[in-house]
């Protein structure tokens, strides 16, 4: 089965910085990843899909980028702000519709 | 405003009664979904649905059931078959389909505390 793992379970960084956040897969390769944002005692809010054969895909202050080579997609939210601060999570599809969930990386972002 | 209500958001059981979450959206999604998060951990698929009538399990589907009638509602019954169910349970639809795939719109989840 299709194991994820994402980077250390939290990361802290100043406002103002660029947070990086890592998700590693095994085995088979997906055909699309998902980044969500989820905050405490909430649903999961989806943020970014990126397609296997996409290397790169933006939306305002966020990057994600897929490297089906390595097994690894990034995940980057540029000029941080506290508002920042929830939990990430990256999501795995293979085209039969159901998502593989990694446990997700809590960013807190310091004033 | 489209999306997705579960109720209710805090739910108390006691051991060996059966409780059903509610799960209904107005999104128009064929596909529906079943989650359960357990503390610092990611989100696992209980029971998934493409189409009115027709579910399938999920990868934790044990001491679970479903139902699909109609298409904006998939509640969710957690049985006293279900060893551990204290857990936030998040339901989900989507445009694409089970068998496509895409974004996923989730609700604010169910809060399950066996006492």
């Known amino acids: 089965s299709q194991k994820i793992e994402q980077n250390s379970e939290a990361l802290n960084i100043q406002e103002g910085k660029t947070a990086t956040l890592t998700c590693n897969y095994t085995?088979?390769?997906?055909?699309?990843l998902q980044w969500y944002r989820q905050d405490p005692g909430r649903g999961p809010v989806f943020l970014l899909l990126?397609?296997?054969?996409?290397k790169e895909k933006r939306k305002e202050r966020l990057k994600v980028t897929f490297d089906t080579t390595l097994k690894q997609s990034l995940f980057h939210i540029t000029a941080s702000q506290p508002a920042d601060s929830a939990t990430y999570l990256c999501?795995?599809?293979?085209?039969?519709?159901?998502?593989?969930f990694g446990d997700g990386t809590t960013l807190t972002v310091k004033p | 405003d489209g999306g997705i209500t579960q109720s209710p958001k805090y739910l108390f059981r006691k051991e060996g009664q059966n409780v059903t979450l509610s799960c209904e959206q107005n999104?128009?999604?064929?596909?529906m979904y079943w989650y359960r998060q357990d503390p610092g951990q990611g989100l696992r698929l209980i029971y998934y649905?493409?189409?009115?009538?027709?579910?399938q399990k999920g990868d934790i589907a044990e001491g679970y059931s479903v139902s699909r009638e109609k298409k904006e509602s998939f509640p969710l019954t957690v049985t006293s078959a279900q060893k551990n169910p204290t857990a936030f349970y998040l339901c989900?639809?989507?445009?694409?389909?089970?068998?496509?795939?895409?974004?996923?719109?989730f609700g604010e989840g169910s809060r399950l505390t066996v006492l």
């Open positions: 999104l128009n999604h064929d596909a």
């Open positions: 999501a795995l599809d293979t085209n039969a519709g159901k998502s593989t």
């Open positions: 990126i397609r296997e054969n996409e």
């Open positions: 085995n088979y390769s997906p055909a699309y």
């Open positions: 649905s493409q189409i009115v009538n027709d579910f």
């Open positions: 989900a639809s989507s445009i694409a389909g089970v068998y496509t795939g895409g974004e996923l719109f």
